[in-house]
């Protein structure tokens, strides 16, 4: 079988010391950690979309990189990026990946030739995952990119895009039950508004309800037991998107009755755009059940886009698992590198050099996260922290049985009441670079 990448060798673990740029320094894949292969409980992924197809373009320039792969037809073209996906993902250890149906296969003139598309490439596909024993994250339809989708997909004006989207999620749900996928995602790219003055936003909201419905009805009656997800993000391309972050996810779950079905995918980038830290979504998420996948980039905070950066910001991805341990680890989800090698990075060494990057922050971030927890100060404080609801008025509050007037005899036998209970944040932040950098 040809070789896509002949220069990169199969990326080995060498240890902390190592100054081999091709040489994990921290992710060691079948090294045990806390109770698991590593491999297995950070179930790194390949976004299929940046890394198969991304060719460097932006808003004030063409692209710098060539993913064609050789291809001179443009099946042929989508046949080398899944034979070229599968060489990566066996020289760098990832074992996932994620698609879009347009990642996989081009669009075609009907509906019926896309999806015939996708099969196509979906078929080899899975015949690679079988070769080399990689398996699907989740699969999504890409309900944005064509022009059709102006007006959103679910929550499109015109009932026919309505339609055709439904029809597109139909065949990518399809290929994901047929790879084995264990989940399902849903990105609103263009599910959200511009102006009120032209917008029914109950209509809207109620009619993305009604897809996703009907999505999770055909996908349980067609054997899909992995989790459906939605992924937040507050904004681009639309201004209001209307699934914001994750507490505005949760409340449209809510309301319409879709948590059975329906968890978060976390993305890091996403987080920040709505002026939240990674940390406090995934939290959100944790806190109410909700915790499902996480898209691992970050962005770059004097830009305020969407950058989809590989993760190299130890404090956060340390954080980052943190949360992914107090949620009991991944079950369906996992680290899908939503995150692409800057425009000027453009060779494919740059490319394993990011997976690299990335893989090593996670895995560092990993094992940071077990000393905190291990080391136990914090925690500790914490608990310290809420002390008072364990027994007296506090187990009282907590258990139900106080009510607003028995409070307020308490609160009036005081006389008065003053919080001398210091935060501690910096004593806190100290903590933490001791536990990180200390040695
Ligand atoms: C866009 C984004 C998407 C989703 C999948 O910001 O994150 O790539 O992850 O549609
Ligand atoms: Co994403």
Redesign the pocket.
């Known amino acids: 079988m040809k070789e896509f990448f002949p220069q990169i060798p199969v990326i080995k673990y060498e240890g902390p010391g190592s100054t081999n740029p091709l040489a994990f320094r921290h992710y060691n894949p079948d090294e045990i950690i806390d109770g698991g292969r590593m491999r297995d409980k950070l179930k790194f992924a390949l976004a299929w979309w940046h890394t198969m197809c991304a060719e460097g373009t932006d808003m004030f320039g063409s692209g710098t990189m060539d993913k064609s792969f050789g291809g001179n037809t443009l099946m042929e073209t989508y046949e080398n990026k899944a034979y070229a996906a599968f060489e990566l993902m066996n020289k760098l250890s990832v074992d996932y990946f994620c698609f879009h149906d347009r990642d996989l296969a081009p669009e075609g003139a009907t509906i019926a030739e896309s999806c015939a598309n996708v099969k196509h490439i979906a078929g080899i596909v899975k015949e690679l995952m079988a070769k080399y024993d990689k398996k699907l994250l989740w699969g999504t339809a890409n309900c944005f990119g064509n022009p059709r989708y102006v007006h959103g997909a679910g929550t499109s004006c015109n009932a026919d895009v309505f339609a055709f989207a439904a029809a597109q999620i139909k065949c990518a749900l399809d290929t994901t039950i047929e790879l084995g996928g264990q989940g399902y995602v849903f990105?609103g790219g263009r599910e959200g508004y511009e102006t009120l003055l032209n917008t029914d936003m109950g209509l809207e909201l109620d009619n993305l309800a009604r897809l996703l419905k009907m999505a999770a009805e055909y996908g349980r009656a067609h054997g899909f037991t992995g989790d459906f997800y939605i992924?937040p993000k507050p904004k681009e391309p639309t201004k209001h998107q209307y699934d914001f972050d994750a507490s505005t996810v949760l409340a449209f779950l809510r309301k319409y009755d879709l948590t059975k079905d329906f968890k978060l995918n976390i993305?890091a980038n996403h987080a920040t755009l709505a002026g939240h830290t990674f940390q406090h979504e995934l939290c959100v998420a944790r806190i109410n059940g909700a915790f499902g996948s996480i898209?691992a980039n970050q962005g770059d905070m004097l830009l305020g886009w969407d950058t989809d950066q590989f993760p190299t910001n130890v404090y956060e991805t340390t954080l980052c698992m943190l949360e992914v341990i107090r949620a009991g680890g991944f079950t369906n989800g996992g680290l899908n590198f939503?995150s692409k090698a800057r425009r000027a990075s453009m060779t494919d060494e740059d490319i394993v050099h990011s997976f690299i990057a990335g893989m090593d922050a996670f895995a560092l971030g990993y094992k940071l996260a077990l000393r905190i927890i291990k080391d136990g100060r914090i925690d500790e404080f914490v608990k310290a922290r809420y002390a008072s609801y364990s027994s007296g008025i506090g187990a009282d509050i907590v258990s139900g049985k106080a009510t607003l007037e028995s409070l307020s005899d308490y609160a009036h036998s005081l006389g008065d009441v003053k919080s001398k209970d210091s935060g501690r944040q910096e004593y806190l932040e100290n903590i933490l670079n001791s536990i990180m950098f200390d040695r």
Do not use: A, L, Q, Y
């Open positions: 990105w992924e993305e898209d939503d």
